[in-house]
Each structure stands twice: as structure tokens, then as C-alpha cells.
């Protein structure tokens, strides 16, 4: 999208980056660190924010079942803690 609104052919920079020996522009690279940016600078801090007691109990069980795959598990209670420890 930003490439489209700021084309190269106006003046302005690249976010895509072309290959080391030439060649056409690496999309791969930005988009494994825009995903990685993403999930890890802007979602985590994110979860703080929302309001888990007004979440279905099915959904927080399937997104802890979820967490668990990355070795964190997150309660209700932690969620609650660290949103009045931050107050």
C-alpha cells in the first residue's frame, strides 16, 4: 500500500529492499519482519488493553489453549494483576 502511495518513481525510498546480486526486490524480507513486528511489538502489548471479562469463557479457552503453544499461559487473574499494576 505504501509503496503504491509513494512510489519510487517520485522520489521516495523503498520498503522492499532489492536482492543482494540484483534482481527483482526482496517482498520476502519485509513481509517476515512486518509479521514479526507485528506480532511481537504491537500485538502482545495490545492484550493489556482489552477488557477480558467481557470475553465468552469458549474463547478464552481456545486462545489459552493457543498460548500454550508458546510455552505462556495467561489467566484472567495475571491479565487483571498486571493491568492494576500498571495503573
Known sequence: ?????????????????????????????????????????LFTPATGLLQWDKFPPAFLKDRSAVSLLFNKTVSIADVRASMQGAQ
Open 1 to 41: 500500500m505504501l509503496e503504491r502511495r509513494f512510489p519510487v518513481s517520485d522520489g521516495f525510498g523503498t520498503l522492499f529492499p532489492a536482492r543482494k546480486n540484483g534482481g527483482s526486490v526482496d517482498t520476502g524480507l519485509i513481509k517476515a519482519f512486518s509479521q514479526f513486528y507485528a506480532g511481537s511489538a
